[in-house]
């Protein structure tokens, strides 16, 4: 398999400020990747997606504006929380493609974030 | 994003026995198909994929798609009490992975 590495696994933040989260294929060049958000006991909601180079690609109802993705080269993507409240508390988690319609996605560990 | 449909559980199963795991989608145009297993405050990890119809083996995994009903299922046999976890079902539209809400399944010892 290809690994994705994500950090941190976990941050503690004031309201009010921002916090980043890094995404990186270490063993693969990924094509696109993607970005989680997971409430407990609920399923994983996709936030948006993102290629390498471009803009990225937001869900309906996610604010682009408060989550900033930047994918700056093929192994490494960034989320950036801004203006974080207690509300956006949740588990995010990026996972990666090689490319096409069928291959699978390969997921980082997560980042279980809290804000107080 | 794409409706994919779980039964939420929990399903307990005794150990040594079969769980079976049931997943319909809303979209006929969907391509493959993914189940994933996720351990409490983990990230999600792939157990196996399928993509035509028919059964898919893996060890004690099994994987089952009938397209023309829009189900996917996934048996696991011999059930160990480290098989408890939620499974994911998820199914790729396109470029994108939708998910199911996950089935959380208990092996008694």
């Known amino acids: 398999g290809a690994v994705v590495s994500q950090h941190p696994s976990w941050v503690i933040c004031k309201s009010g400020t921002s916090v980043k989260i890094e995404c990186r294929s270490l063993?693969?060049?990924?094509?696109?990747m993607f970005w989680y958000r997971q409430f407990p006991k609920q399923s994983l909601m996709l936030m948006a997606t993102s290629n390498e180079g471009s803009k990225a690609t937001y869900e309906q109802g996610v604010e682009k504006d408060k989550f900033l993705i930047n994918h700056a080269s093929l192994t490494l993507s960034t989320l950036t929380v801004t203006s974080a409240h207690p509300e956006d508390s949740s588990f995010y988690i990026c996972s990666a493609t090689k490319g096409g319609a069928n291959t699978e996605a390969f997921f980082g560990q997560g980042t279980r974030l809290t804000v107080v | 994003q794409k409706e994919v449909e779980q039964n939420s559980g929990p399903l307990s199963v005794p150990e040594g026995a079969i769980a079976s795991l049931n997943c319909t989608y809303s979209?006929?145009?969907?391509?493959?198909f993914f189940w994933y297993r996720q351990y409490s405050g983990k990230s999600p990890e792939l157990i196996m994929f399928?993509?035509?119809?028919g059964d898919k083996e893996d060890g004690r995994f099994t994987a089952q798609l009938n397209k023309a009903s829009q189900y996917v299922s996934l048996l696991i046999r011999d059930s160990q009490p480290s098989d408890s976890a939620t499974y994911l079902c998820?199914?790729?539209?396109?470029?994108?992975?939708?998910f199911g809400a996950g089935t959380t399944v208990t092996v008694r010892a």
């Open positions: 998820a199914v790729r539209y396109d470029y994108k992975l939708s």
């Open positions: 063993d693969f060049q990924a094509t696109t």
């Open positions: 979209d006929r145009g969907s391509q493959s």
């Open positions: 399928i993509y035509s119809n």
